[in-house]
């Protein structure tokens, strides 16, 4: 799966970066390669089911698949 994210220098120092496809999808990181990095955590946390989400569907199968 390929999304663009934006990278935006913090006024504190090191960068923000956020998924505009995913509203609320938002990190940091002292470096662009610590904010890249922090964000694919935030993503993965972002598209994951939770529980509560999954058992809401009556008769639901769940399946784990790679994009």
Same mark, same amino acid.
């Given at each position: 799966?390929?999304?663009?994210?934006?990278? $935006? #220098?913090?006024? =504190?120092? @090191?960068?923000?970066?956020?998924? #505009?496809?995913? #509203?609320?999808?938002?990190?940091? @990181?002292?470096? +662009?390669?610590? =904010?890249?990095?922090?964000?694919?955590?935030?993503?993965?946390?972002?598209?994951? #089911?939770?529980? *509560?989400?999954?058992? =809401?569907? *009556?008769?639901? +199968?769940?399946? $784990? +698949?790679?994009?």
């Amino acid at each position: 799966m390929k999304l663009q994210v934006l990278l $935006e #220098p913090s006024e =504190a120092g @090191g960068y923000t970066v956020s998924v #505009p496809s995913l #509203p609320g999808c938002i990190s940091e @990181g002292e470096s +662009i390669e610590d =904010a890249l990095s922090n964000i694919r955590e935030a993503i993965a946390l972002y598209l994951k #089911p939770t529980e *509560d989400s999954l058992s =809401a569907i *009556d008769g639901a +199968i769940v399946r $784990e +698949i790679v994009v």
